[in-house]
């Protein structure tokens, strides 16, 4: 089992900047992918950034540019560290962990924090 708690949300003007947290604690061994996804009320989840253990990222485009997600395995941790951020970024927040199928294809995510961009 692997647990998830994102911190580090909460309201920014436009313009400004947050860095989200995930602190992960559990059985990681099988884990190799690692990434944000947020979510909207009656909207579906979706990807923002992902990294895997190679240090490959992979970003949607609406944050290419603005977003960076990192990972600090000595501390068991992700990061996402948002700039220049709009108001369609305000959104619930979600971090997720998971493992390629030839690892047992786990999945995991963490109970959400949400950011909010107004004025």
């Known amino acids: 089992q692997v647990q998830l708690v994102e911190s580090g949300g909460g309201l920014v003007q436009p313009g400004g900047s947050l860095r989200l947290s995930c602190a992960a604690s559990g059985n990681l061994f099988s884990i190799n992918n690692m990434g944000w996804y947020r979510q909207t009320p009656g909207k579906e989840r979706e990807l923002v950034a992902t990294?895997?253990?190679?240090?490959?990222?992979n970003y949607a485009e609406s944050v290419e540019g603005r977003f960076t997600i990192s990972i600090d395995n000595a501390k068991k941790s992700m990061y996402l560290k948002m700039n220049s951020l709009k108001s369609e970024d305000t959104a619930d927040y979600y971090c997720?962990?998971?493992?390629?199928?030839?690892?047992?294809?786990?999945?995991?995510w963490g109970q959400g924090t949400q950011v909010t961009v107004s004025s």
């Open positions: 990294i895997n253990t190679g240090g490959n990222t």
């Open positions: 997720r962990v998971w493992s390629s199928m030839a690892l047992g294809g786990y999945s995991y």
